[in-house]
Each structure stands twice: as C-alpha cells, then as structure tokens.
Antibody, heavy 118, light 106 residues
C-alpha cells in the first residue's frame, strides 16, 4: 500500500524557520516527481513546489521563491520542505503528494500544520 | 498567471445528477484533474487526464470538456458525496488549482 507519512509542523514566529518531512513507502520513491501543497485555514488548495526524480529540477510558486526549498533523499525515501523567513500568510496545512505517471497527484500525505504567529 | 474558475457552491438532490464546472483560457490544451476533499481529510484524486477514473472511484464520477470548460459530473448523488471539489492543471511547470466548489446533497 502506497503511503506518505508527514512530520515536522508546528508553531513558529514570523521570520523563523521550519522543516517538513514526508516519508514514502509502498512504491519506488526515486521514480517519481514529488510535490508540496498547502491549504490555509478555510481556504482552497495551493500548489507550493515540486522536484524531479533526481532532485536537480525544482519549481516553486512565486510567493515562496527564495524562502522555501524543496529537496529529497532517495536513499531514505524522503521528501523535505525547508521553510525560511516565514510570514503569517504561510500559516496552512501542508501536504506532500506524489506525481503519478500522467502528472496526476495520486497520493497525498496526511498533512502537517504550520502556524506562523508571535 | 493561469487561472481556473469554479462556482463557489453547487447543490443536488439525493439520487440526482449534478455538474461542477472549471473554466480557464484554452483549457482544452491542458490535462485536467479533479479532487474531492471531505472535512478534515486530505484531498483524493477522482479524475485525471480530463476523464479517467482512478481505481476505486465510483463510475458515478465522470469528467469531460466542452468548449473552454472542464466538467465534473456526479450521477446518482449520495450523501457521502458532500465535499469540496477542486480542478487542477499544470501550466508552465507549476500546479494551478481552481478555487474549489462546495457540493451540498439535499
């Protein structure tokens, strides 16, 4: 069974940093693009970033460029999102998601809550 | 930047059929995905490549395109179909979501 298990959320002050993790199981992690998405409280879904199989190609939504970094460790079947210079508007439930063969987001993690507040 | 437009809310009577639309410029050239999200849960993929149902998704869910609009059709609506529904495409390497549609089953 394919599974994505997330960890690393929490409360952080504005300007602070946090690292989210997502551990994959049940599929060949190194064979797929991976994504981070988020959902602010009461709001819709927003794609944040993705990374290719080798980790040498990444894409970001404009609002996080220069502040967030997506990375992966295929030896550990793990995906990461480093969040720096956090703002109140970054408060959201963050999801990791696998990209399927047809660029479908076919499996999602359970979500990690990030709250940016003083 | 590319934008997708969905109605804020749609309602359907139990057992009836409803559609949720997703509009975008030249959406015909994009492959559209649809997600269902129930309260407190992660989104679930219900349609990909415009009209393909993943394994385990009921046949009552179907996707199509007409003109500049992608359409999610839910037939014989059940109480368990109450959820938020989001359309999504990839544009210039970035993911784009519609604002979401809240489906109410009456």
């Amino acid at each position: 069974e394919m599974q994505l298990v997330q960890s690393g959320g929490g409360l952080v002050q504005p300007g602070g940093s946090l690292r989210l993790s997502c551990v994959a199981s049940g599929f060949t992690f190194s064979g797929f693009w991976m994504n981070w998405l988020r959902q602010a409280p009461g709001k819709g879904l927003e794609w944040v970033a993705n990374i290719n199989q080798d980790g040498n190609e990444t894409h970001y939504v404009d609002s996080v460029k220069g502040r967030f970094t997506i990375s992966r460790d295929n030896a550990k079947d793990s995906l990461y999102l480093q969040l720096n210079i956090l703002r109140a508007e970054d408060t959201a439930l963050y999801y990791c998601a696998k990209t399927g063969h047809y660029w479908d987001l076919d499996y999602w993690g359970q979500g990690s809550l990030v709250t940016v507040s003083s | 930047s590319y934008e997708l437009t969905q109605p804020l809310s749609v309602s359907v009577a139990l057992g009836q059929t409803t559609t949720i639309t997703c509009g975008g410029d030249n959406i015909g050239s994009h492959s559209v995905q649809w997600f269902q999200q129930k309260p407190g849960q992660a989104p679930v993929l219900v349609i990909y490549r415009d009209s393909v149902r993943p394994s385990g998704v009921p046949e009552r869910f179907s996707g199509s395109k007409s003109g500049g609009t992608a359409i999610l059709t839910i037939s014989r609506a059940q109480a368990g179909d109450e959820a938020d529904y989001y359309c999504q495409v990839w544009d210039s390497g970035s993911g784009v979501f519609g604002g979401g549609t809240e489906l109410t089953v009456l």
